[in-house]
């Protein structure tokens, strides 16, 4: 079965800091690969996703996020980081086979300083 | 309908009691999915409906919990004789389709459930 490691639990930053946010899966198989973000009273919703093509994925808000299918890491990635990012992300994969249930990262919970 | 939507949106109830937890899907998605977020932790899945295939129940955690879905509408979560442990959000997502690139998945508010 896959898993989905999230080393980063808790980040602090700055406004204008760069970010990344770790995400490792360990799959041997074809994978898909999102990247979801809870806001402080809402709902998830997926910032990216990557299925196939460029293994880098442009999502809202500025944010993006590099597939390297060596290192089974889909890092997410924003050169500049806003007060409103704060927020839970969450990244997930799916198989390709069933392409059914997402398997979650245990989140990272981003601070961002004003 | 324009989201997912689940109710209640907070439950509590005492060891030992059943709860039931509703899920509206979007409108048109055929798939439709539960899971739970313990404090502090990634999301579980728990159970999968697409249109009228025999569920995939294979996150199920114990025979105490079991969901139905009618056709592709909505989805009820029970839980029987609560405990403890149960305590949690649960979410409900639902897609368009099981695969490819229509299986965004489109969550709803959650109901946290405390078992006291």
């Known amino acids: 079965a896959q898993s989905v490691s999230q080393h980063n639990h808790h980040v602090i930053l700055s406004e204008a800091a760069s970010l990344e946010l770790g995400c490792n899966y360990s799959?041997?198989?074809?994978?898909?690969l999102f990247w979801y973000v809870q806001y402080p009273g809402q709902h998830l919703q997926l910032l990216l996703k990557?299925?196939?093509?460029?293994?880098l994925v442009k999502g809202i808000k500025g944010f993006e996020a590099e597939f390297i299918k060596s290192k089974f890491s889909f890092n997410l990635r924003k050169p500049s980081v806003q007060w409103s990012d704060t927020a839970e992300y969450f990244c997930?994969?799916?198989?390709?086979?069933?392409?059914?249930?997402?398997?979650f990262g245990s989140g990272t919970q981003l601070t961002v300083l004003p | 309908g324009a989201g997912v939507s689940q109710s209640p949106s907070n439950k509590v109830t005492e060891k030992g009691k059943d709860v039931e937890l509703r899920c509206d899907p979007i409108?048109?998605?055929?798939?439709l999915y539960w899971y739970r977020q313990r404090l502090g932790q990634g999301l579980e899945f728990l159970i999968y409906?697409?249109?009228?295939?025999?569920?995939?129940k294979s996150g199920l955690p114990s025979d105490r919990f079991s969901a139905e879905r009618t056709g592709e509408s909505v989805s009820t979560l029970t839980i029987q004789r609560t405990q403890q442990e149960d305590s949690a959000v649960y979410l409900c997502?639902?897609?368009?389709?099981?695969?490819?690139?229509?299986?965004?998945?489109?969550f709803g508010p959650g109901t946290r459930l405390t078992v006291l």
């Open positions: 409906f697409q249109g009228n295939s025999a569920p995939d």
């Open positions: 990557y299925f196939s093509g460029d293994p």
């Open positions: 997502a639902s897609s368009l389709a099981s695969a490819g690139t229509d299986n965004e998945q489109f």
């Open positions: 799959y041997g198989g074809t994978v898909n």
């Open positions: 409108s048109g998605h055929t798939a």
């Open positions: 997930a994969v799916s198989t390709s086979g069933s392409a059914r249930q997402l398997t």
